[in-house]
């Protein structure tokens, strides 16, 4: 009977954890947040600076937002009891709102405000097709002149909406330095303004580090001021560091549009909020969001031991490039490009940043070089990027340009998945790139285009049916000869020929010679009948499959 319990208990056991793992309650913001105790809020009250680094221009008024769709940082509730101390005994700011609710990202809510804190969020869902407000919301509260501050987790956000992670200047792809362990960071720029706290020296600190990858992250883009420092020998060798990690950013700022950003990756653990110099880093940070504390935001690559790559300056300088500029940077990277050929993972790695670039607020000059090299170097990883530029009428041709020439079934069905949604030329120009590629799959769409009323549209589908060939393909253009208006009879007639022709070196002799009968009668062009007569010899020449 003991026996019989243990293992009902033990089953239970391991069917609660499974539960745990496979559910959602790791993934929600709770209900309620929790009450932090007299102790935790005296330390923090005790840690916290006592006067505003600067006189506020007005009072300033800020919303605190911790929405977790993902994972749930039980920091939160020590951050936001943290962030209301700080205002009301500095008097920097004022906490007037905190909440995980969206309907504040309205433009009427957001004017209450002049900060606003994503306090470890993760993977809040803001996308502009299904949520446009939101996304507008937001991003004109910060380009306005406003500002915005991102504690830890809020790098971890969205993923629909590559604008609100450029402007946040990074994203998860992991944390190698884990919550328990002790790492080490270095100032990069003693002499900011925001870094006064730290005096010059480097420190080492117990919290959750957050990886920081280009293009995302760039010191082209924006000024960082602290980053780990990995000439220390923990934080160099724990498990899971890889190479590129040599330029781990911490804190960092910028400018957006006439706004502000200000970014810390710290605020994993409690006692960073009850941390004296940490505290006043943030309130440094959050009067220079608020555009209280005038600094220099200038981003500066070169700046100290681990800088960015040449590759990532290289990438910022597309990014910014416009018709007209030297193309020194394009020539460069091009050169580079060529010189990895034949090296599948540093190929790979130069993909992802031209990726990059395509899905910042780079200038079309820019965007158009990068769809050059990726119809050169692209794979199945550009496909996703550069379909979602095929509906965007202004886009749509660079991105077809790189797709018609990737390998692959991925480039073709993305082409066909677009052309329903696309209207006017970028529908036109995906018509004839699915000809251009010859895939028959989008045969019988293509083929309901071509008695389109729009002609231009109809003669490229006549078109493209020809390039796309095949039996089924034949029996759908020996109706539309027919039947198509005059000044489309001449692109029906060529689309035949080629439909044939292809028929023929495939290995459908039979198929072939029908096509050219149809072709080589009375009524048809002589041009036509004449080539049509040179397809027939040339296919009773050729085997029969």
């Not at 793992?21 to 947040?33: D, I, R, T, V, Y």
């Not at 609100?164 to 790492?183: D, R, V």
């Not at 990883?381 to 041709?397: F, G, I, R, W």
């Not at 040339?538 to 029969?544: F, V």
């Amino acid at each position: 009977m003991i026996r019989r319990s243990k293992m009902m208990a033990a089953l239970l056991l391991a069917g609660l954890c499974v539960a745990m793992l496979a559910g959602p309650l790791w993934a929600q913001s709770p209900k309620e947040l929790r009450q932090l105790k007299d102790e935790e809020i005296a330390k923090i009250t005790a840690a916290m600076p006592t006067k505003a680094a600067v006189t506020p221009e007005k009072p300033r008024k800020m919303l605190v937002f911790w929405r977790c769709e993902t994972f749930f940082h039980t920091v939160i509730p020590v951050a936001n009891k943290a962030l209301e101390i700080m205002g009301e005994k500095t008097g920097a700011f004022e906490v007037t709102h905190v909440t995980d609710d969206y309907s504040v990202f309205t433009a009427d809510r957001l004017k209450e405000f002049d900060i606003i804190c994503l306090n470890n969020s993760t993977s809040l869902k803001f996308n502009p097709e299904t949520t446009p407000e939101r996304c507008e919301a937001l991003m004109d509260f910060v380009k306005s002149g406003k500002g915005l501050v991102g504690l830890h987790a809020a790098a971890d956000n969205f993923y629909e909406w590559p604008e609100g992670m450029e402007m946040m200047g990074n994203k998860f792809t992991g944390h190698p330095w884990n919550a328990p362990g002790t790492w080490a960071f270095k100032i990069d720029h003693p002499d900011h303004p925001l870094m006064a706290p730290f005096k010059g020296e480097g420190f080492k600190l117990s919290d959750e580090i957050y990886r920081t990858d280009p293009p995302l992250y760039s010191r082209e883009k924006q000024l960082v001021l602290m980053s780990l420092d990995l000439s220390d020998e923990t934080t160099r060798n724990t498990k899971g560091v890889r190479e590129g990690d040599e330029d781990t950013g911490i804190t960092w700022i910028k400018d957006w549009g006439k706004g502000r950003m200000f970014y810390c990756s710290l605020g994993h653990n409690d006692p960073v909020f009850m941390n004296p110099v940490i505290l006043e880093h943030l309130l440094l940070g959050i009067q220079f969001a608020a555009g209280d504390l005038k600094v220099d935001t200038t981003p500066k690559p070169a700046a100290g031991a681990g800088t960015g790559s040449e590759m990532d300056r290289l990438l910022g300088q597309v990014k910014a490039y416009d018709f007209g500029d030297s193309r020194e940077a394009l020539t460069t990277l091009s050169d580079k490009i060529r010189q990895a050929y034949g090296k599948t993972d540093e190929l790979k790695s130069i993909e992802k940043g031209l990726l990059g670039v395509l899905q910042s607020d780079a200038k079309y000059a820019g965007k158009q070089y990068v769809c050059r090299e990726l119809s050169i170097i692209g794979t199945d990883q550009s496909v996703p990027v550069l379909a979602s530029m095929l509906t965007d009428e202004k886009l749509s041709d660079m991105a077809r340009y790189a797709l018609e020439r990737i390998p692959g079934d991925a480039a073709d069905k993305a082409l066909l998945e677009a052309l329903p949604k696309a209207e006017g030329k970028a529908k036109v120009g995906i018509v004839n790139s699915l000809g251009e590629r010859g895939y028959r799959g989008a045969a019988g769409e293509v083929g309901k285009l071509a008695t389109a009323s729009d002609p231009l549209l109809a003669g490229a589908a006549i078109s493209a049916l020809g390039k796309i060939g095949g039996a089924d393909v034949a029996v759908v253009l020996d109706k539309v000869k027919d039947s198509a208006p005059d000044r489309l009879k001449m692109v029906a007639y060529d689309a035949c020929l080629r439909c044939a022709d292809q028929m023929v070196v495939e290995g459908d002799r039979a198929g072939a010679l029908k096509m050219y009968r149809e072709l080589n009668k009375a009524g048809v062009p002589q041009l036509i009948r004449t080539a049509a007569l040179r397809g027939m010899l040339n296919a009773a020449s050729s085997p029969n499959r």
